[in-house]
């Protein structure tokens, strides 16, 4: 930017600095969209094709925009959905539900998972261990696991709407383990019992030798808005195909509904 440009500015009374807000117009043009090319990108924010081509490198080094090299597409990356982990809306979930993930990770001396559904795969709001057990690793805060493989994300699609898991079905399934699901007759099988059932246990199919076991966590409507999970080695887990700790894992789930449930009644008394 010149010194002409500076001034510009100032006379104008804005403090909008032009690379950050041509930036940000890259990013929101992300919006109800999974991936764009270069030329969708440009077209949509107004940009000339060598602005957006660097904003778009910028952003991609920073880990707030990813390539896809197979279809010449760039997507959101990990870095926003860290940031929107942090995001405290009406009641802040993840401060909600971290006194409940502390006490099941230190009573089973595991890792314990807060995880919501979004579009397709499910991401990590919470992740709390307890050090005298094996903490696993394998999802971050904020990162994703796809929908086929794992205790809390194929819990999560389970109870979403039939159009919607129609939907996640058409797209390819990612086979993280030999144990990983991968035909969808298969899945639509699992995900049926867990409606049935009321949860999963996910044996080596994320990663050999761990096993997840995921609760859902509904609102006051019944809606599942969470799911609840904790996963360890498989031996502590699961034994011929049944979970160990289910009881105390669906009691934590309640405890988190009675939060939330009270969260949302004060919110209504502060504003009613």
């Known amino acids: 930017m010149t010194t002409t440009d500076v001034i510009a500015e100032e006379k104008g009374n804005t ?3 032009r690379a950050v807000t041509r930036a940000l117009t890259v990013l929101k043009s992300f ?3 999974d991936g764009q090319t270069l030329a969708e990108v440009t077209v949509a ?3 000339d094709k060598g602005t957006t081509r660097r904003l778009l490198l910028t952003l991609m080094d920073n880990g707030f925009v990813t390539h896809d090299a197979r279809a010449q597409q760039y997507r959101l990356g990990l870095a926003i959905r860290e940031l929107a982990a942090s995001v405290t809306g009406e009641f802040d979930l993840k401060a909600l539900a971290l006194p409940v ?3 099941i990770a230190s009573e089973f001396h595991m890792t314990a998972f807060l995880s919501v559904y979004d579009k397709g795969d499910a991401v990590c709001l919470a992740r709390v261990h307890d050090m005298r ?3 696993v690793h394998w999802w971050a805060i904020g990162g994703t696991l796809p929908f086929n493989c794992g205790g809390a994300p194929k819990l999560l699609l389970a109870y979403r709407p039939e159009s919607e898991i129609a939907k996640a079905m058409k797209r ?3 086979a993280l ?3 990983s699901i991968t035909d969808p007759a298969k899945l639509e099988a699992d995900l049926a019992r867990i409606r049935k059932r009321g949860w999963e246990l996910a044996v080596d199919d994320v990663a050999l030798g761990l096993t997840a076991l995921a609760v859902p966590v509904r609102d006051s409507q019944g809606n599942v808005v969470c799911s609840v999970s ?3 080695l498989t031996p502590q887990l699961a034994s011929r195909g049944r979970p160990a700790y289910l009881d105390r894992l669906l009691s934590a789930a309640a405890e988190l509904e009675r939060r939330l449930k009270a969260s949302t009644m004060t919110q209504l008394d502060v504003t009613g």
Request: glycine share 16%.
């Open 45 to 47: 924010t107004g940009l």
């Open 31 to 33: 919006v109800g969209k």
């Open 133 to 135: 057990g094996i903490e």
């Open 15 to 17: 403090h909008n600095v």
């Open 177 to 179: 383990t030999p144990k």
């Open 230 to 232: 904790v996963a360890g």
């Open 101 to 103: 993930l502390n006490d």
């Open 172 to 174: 390819p399934m990612v």
